[in-house]
């Protein structure tokens, strides 16, 4: 059982259909916390998980759950106190090419470089490819993926929200990292490119079956992106429950079992606040 279920919430966990015996990412009993100038904030609070190859491992939770920040501790930016975090049996320790992270952010492309250009940057600089024309080769193939191959010479200033995404996507997943890092990358999207985007993303991961650890807010992207949902709880951010909802996709929208599970991710988030109005006198 992951760490942080409580014997009553054990009752919710769900377990996925049948995983590989060796996780890729196992994160055990993981705490996390921060400085700011006036308080030591903690994050997460013995969280773990098990994500498998090809998984599509999404992380739900209200907005303070430390969700962004247990990814970057992924990522290997920061580091727990308590728990580790083991990358194919090895502990994280640092930030490498093995783990690459697509952030919600349209600026972290490069401005002076086009879109080919990020992504052989990517390539000769984060040890993959020792020259230039090998570089082009995977660029241009991930670049056809992304259905950018008429935008390759383009400069990102000159690209819409939903195609800087791509180009990201594209660097992130050319890198074939063991697993790919996603920050919210659709959250500051309008509602149609952020649809089609998921959309995409589905198609890619048909394609390469690639793992990627998600990060959402929203329960409807969970349900479409996610294989399996880890639910975190209000701050500090603890484990709830891990759901299976690989049945699901955008194809599914609308069926009662789609509708199901939003609602039972929805009761689970939702129940502490409601908890916690109760508690609050009445005036």
């Known amino acids: 059982m992951a760490s942080g279920i409580t014997t009553t919430e054990a009752a919710d966990l769900q377990s996925a259909a049948s995983p ?3 996780p890729i990412l196992d994160v055990n009993g993981v705490t996390i916390q921060y400085k700011t100038k006036e308080h030591l904030i903690t994050a997460t609070y ?21 969700k962004s920040t247990l990814l970057k501790a992924v990522a290997g930016y920061l580091q727990p106190v308590e728990g580790e975090m083991r990358l194919k049996g090895n502990i994280i320790r640092d930030p490498g090419p093995d783990r690459v992270m ?8 490069l401005p002076w470089k086009t879109v ?5 940057f990517a390539l000769t600089n984060g040890g993959r490819c020792d ?38 996507i594209a660097r992130g997943m050319a890198m074939e990292p063991d697993i790919l890092l996603m920050d919210e990358p659709f959250a500051a999207l309008d509602a149609l490119t952020r649809r089609q985007m998921q959309e995409e993303l589905l198609q890619l991961w048909e394609d390469t079956k690639f793992t990627v650890l998600f990060v959402t807010h929203s329960i409807e992207e969970a349900v479409i992106i996610g294989s399996r949902i880890l639910i975190m709880s209000p701050h500090p951010g603890q484990v709830k429950a891990e759901l299976n909802a690989h049945e699901q996709s955008i194809a599914t ?3 009662d079992e789609f ?13 502490d606040r409601v908890l916690e109005d109760e508690t609050l006198p009445n005036v």
Not at 47 to 61: C, E, H, M, S, T
Not at 102 to 109: A, I, T
Not at 131 to 154: G, P, S
Request: glycine share 8%; charged share 25%.
């Open 131 to 168: 020259n230039a024309r090998d570089a082009e080769e995977i660029a241009m193939e991930y670049i056809n993926k992304v259905k950018l191959d008429r935008f390759e010479n383009t400069y990102p200033h000159m690209l819409s929200g939903g195609m800087k995404q791509r180009v990201a």
């Open 116 to 120: 080919k250009e990020n992504i052989t």
């Open 46 to 66: 013995r969280v773990g998980f098990q994500v498998f190859p090809a998984d599509r491992f999404v992380i739900l939770g209200p907005s303070g759950c430390g």
């Open 20 to 22: 590989p015996s060796a």
């Open 102 to 109: 697509v952030f919600q952010e349209f600026d972290q492309l």
């Open 259 to 271: 509708a199901s599970l939003q609602s039972k991710i929805h009761n689970m988030i939702f129940a």
């Open 253 to 255: 929208i609308g069926e």
